[in-house]
């Protein structure tokens, strides 16, 4: 079960059934207010990024209720900052359902199911969250491998790595596979009806949003994921289909990172990199994803 003292879960805690990342008490709000004033900023900053003008500043701060003279309102790096790791967290289950307490007690696969569809069902609750993040990748309004912007961890990673450890250890999923591995396959199924839904629905009459796919998407996603860990294909890239790249922004283990947290707690431990303006990017100069 979580630590006490872990950031993350003080702040599911505090904020009720809604998580929200451990920056959300520094400024002064109620998780209400919080949380209220996110969602209204994440519509307005997916499509104005950092710069914000003044007058949707003004516009905002009266829409959520508080004074333009607010810290939040009057850095709008710092708001974008912060509707990042919000919208990051929305993407987080709910604590019962990575709670270790249910994952060691259910068949690793019946465990798999179970977190995915709660990460999937995150992804459709939360559809402007999932544009947020979308558009932070696309276009690079953070600036996150040349700034500090601290992140937390989503907590589904940790029970990830547990129950494919103990999917390993029983025979239920083939070797080679990481819970990076695995997160990436959820996110990028999750994502599919933001990132690609409209464009879908108009070349193949597919609407993600009907009630019949959104069931069957959710079906599809599941299977994959659970077919990916059980089939019987052999691996011949090592322990993991993904390795983290050494770089100012990463370490080079999650799982480690997340498993020494737990006797070391540190709140936003994620994206600690250098402020100065010379800072190496992550990316190389001939890497087809780096951002112009």
């Not at 199911?113 to 559809?127: D, I, K, Q, V, Y």
């Not at 912007?149 to 250890?169: C, E, N």
């Amino acid at each position: 079960m979580s630590s006490p003292s872990d950031p993350a879960a003080s702040s599911r805690r505090d904020s009720g059934s809604v998580p929200l990342p451990s920056s959300w008490s520094r400024y002064g709000l109620t998780a209400t207010q919080y949380q209220e004033l996110m969602q209204q900023a994440l519509f307005v900053l997916v499509r104005t990024g950092p710069a914000v003008p003044e007058a949707t500043i003004a516009e905002l701060a009266e829409s959520a209720g508080h004074e333009p003279s607010h810290q939040l309102f009057q850095d709008t790096e710092l708001l974008y900052d912060e509707c990042l790791r919000f919208a990051l967290s929305q993407l987080w289950p709910a604590a019962d359902v990575v709670s270790a307490d249910s994952v060691s007690s259910a068949v690793p696969a019946d465990a798999i199911r179970t977190l995915f569809r709660e990460l999937f069902r995150c992804g459709r609750n939360n559809p402007q969250a999932l544009r947020f993040i979308v558009s932070e990748n696309l276009f690079d309004s953070a600036q996150l491998s040349r700034r500090h912007v601290p992140l937390d961890d989503s907590p589904m990673m940790l029970q990830l790595d547990r129950i494919l450890m103990r999917g390993h250890d029983v025979g239920a999923f083939r070797a080679g596979i990481s819970a990076e591995d695995v997160y990436v396959l959820m996110l990028s199924l999750c994502s599919f009806p933001v990132s690609m839904g409209s464009t879908f629905h108009k070349l193949y009459g597919m609407n993600a949003t009907d009630a019949s796919n959104t069931a069957g998407l959710e079906a599809l996603a599941t299977d994959a994921v659970l077919a990916f860990l059980t089939t019987p294909m052999p691996t011949s890239q090592g322990s993991s289909y993904t390795h983290s790249s050494l770089s100012l922004a990463v370490g080079p283990s999650v799982a480690a990172t997340l498993y020494s947290r737990e006797q070391s707690p540190a709140p936003l431990s994620r994206g600690v990199v250098s402020s100065s303006s010379d800072a190496n990017t992550d990316y190389s100069a001939t890497d087809l994803y780096r951002h112009e």
